[in-house]
């Protein structure tokens, strides 16, 4: 009994996941479609009929990077209750800092950067979108009487430029210690400014 071929949505699906693991391993910057058709198992053709062309696969594979990265901001939530904004951006830098996440916060790192020298095409509002996306994670972990206050979107604004920064140091440098000593002591200060996480 011969099996039914996948759907073109299911074959799809299983070009971009390949194509993602190929990107966090090397990056989209010189993303050229022969040599990652080859790696994955397809064709330059067959990319080009499924995602449209080059811009629209770089696009899929933005928003599969950007997905993963609302996963992790998600896990910053505490059993669907505000967590607090301080023990939230120790939740986050704790992920951010594991050895295991550098090939997609690289990638990020890489897409952010090339959003904004190149704001067309198919990185289009993408450094922007994650900025949005990671305010929006962390205003769900502010209390409602703080996430509403002019106070709360200066604080949650504050807290991403700590963690923001030092991700990228951290890419840099992998000085994990020297990182982590520093965003905890400036979350130390944010949260004695506020008294109400925790």
């Known amino acids: 009994m011969s099996q039914e071929a996948p759907s073109p949505s299911a074959r799809q699906h299983e070009l971009l996941e390949a194509a993602y693991q190929y990107a966090l391993a090397h990056g989209l910057t010189d993303l050229s479609l022969r040599p990652l058709a080859e790696a994955i198992g397809s064709s330059p053709r067959v990319l080009l009929f499924l995602f449209g062309s080059k811009d629209g696969l770089l696009r899929a594979l933005l928003a599969r990077a950007r997905a993963d990265e609302l996963a992790l901001l998600d896990r910053a939530r505490l059993s669907g209750r505000p967590a ?83 991700l990228l140091d951290l890419l840099a440098t992998d000085d994990e210690k020297r990182l982590t000593e520093a965003v905890e002591y400036q979350l130390a200060l944010l949260h004695d400014r506020s008294g109400d996480d925790g």
């Open 84 to 166: 607090g904004l301080v023990p939230a951006a120790e939740r986050v830098w704790t992920w951010l800092a594991a050895k295991e996440h550098r090939p997609l916060l690289r990638l990020w790192a890489e897409a952010y950067a090339r959003s904004l020298v190149q704001p067309d095409g198919a990185w289009a509002g993408f450094a922007r979108a994650t900025v949005e996306d990671w305010l929006g994670v962390l205003a769900g972990c502010q209390p409602p009487s703080e996430r509403d206050s002019e106070d709360g979107a200066v604080r949650r604004t504050l807290a991403l430029a700590v963690l923001r920064g030092a």
